[in-house]
């Protein structure tokens, strides 16, 4: 099978077969989550750990297996896959009326429908198609190099600020549904490492190709009626900030803390506008 170089990720230098985002904050050597071992600044490799001393082990059940999947990634596509089909068989009117995102609902409190839209998609092949064929193209690597549980968070939050994008740049009569939010937040993550890595051959390739893609997509609205742009750009502002956390992050617990604390900030945006 031919390698996909718009997604790309490096390889972690002890498993080559391993994609990854973590980088060992001494030697910069890229490394997977097996590999990583938490410092008192960052995670270091386990070359620098016997050159520097002991350090703290990341604990068996916090690893996520490179051989066993991305369950996170999985879950979030069985999931829109599971609605979209209850929608085709005669169930998309209530379950729009529950989930979608309404400004007007959300303008009378119910703010939790800034996250609900990731369930639902619009009529027709093309939208669910393209987004969980997205989410399966980026997520999986994302979530070996982070960690399952701020893999979900970052979904999250870049769904949640998508959907503060719509309701506070929309009309009160707006409704969205789609996972485009969370989906553009995984592309923040890619576009954040490959800026922070221009100076590279690979980071430049990869930021030419997503640059290509990301203009692609922002001429889509021009194109085809009905987009919620504003949930595109609110969501890869979301993935680029929390890749740039999660750069300075020391662990997964804080890489956690902070994605939670961008989703926090878009439902309180939506509380307080």
Request: proline content about 5%.
């Amino acid at each position: 099978m031919t390698q996909d170089h718009t997604t790309a990720a490096p390889t972690c230098y002890r498993h080559p077969d391993r994609h990854t985002l973590l980088r060992c904050s001494r030697c910069e050597r890229p490394i997977c989550a097996s590999c990583s071992i938490d410092a008192s600044v960052g995670q270091r490799c386990p070359e620098c750990v016997r050159e520097e001393g002991t350090q703290k082990v990341i604990p068996k059940e916090r690893i996520v297996s490179p051989t066993g999947g991305a369950p996170a990634t999985k879950t979030f596509i069985g999931i829109a896959v599971g609605f979209y089909l209850l929608t085709m068989i005669g169930l998309r009117e209530p379950l729009f009326q529950m989930f979608a995102q309404a400004n007007f609902l959300v303008a009378e409190g119910e703010w939790w429908r800034i996250f609900s839209p990731i369930l639902l998609h619009a009529a027709g092949f093309t939208h669910i198609l393209f987004n969980m064929w997205a989410l399966w193209v980026l997520g999986p690597q994302i979530e070996r190099g982070v960690g399952t549980w701020p893999f979900v968070g970052v979904y999250l939050a870049s769904a949640g600020v998508g959907g503060a994008f719509v309701y506070v740049m929309g009309s009160p009569g707006d409704v969205a549904v789609g996972a485009s939010g969370a989906i553009f937040g995984l592309f923040g993550i890619w576009l954040n490492w490959a800026v922070r890595r221009r100076n590279t051959a690979q980071g430049r390739f990869l930021l030419r190709q997503i640059g290509f893609l990301l203009l692609l997509n922002a001429a889509l609205p021009f194109i085809i009626r009905n987009i919620a742009w504003e949930a595109h750009l609110g969501g890869l502002i979301a993935g680029f900030v929390i890749g740039e956390l999660w750069a300075r992050a020391r662990n997964e617990s804080a890489r956690i803390a902070v994605t939670a604390a961008i989703a926090g900030l878009a439902i309180l945006a939506v509380l307080v506008l």
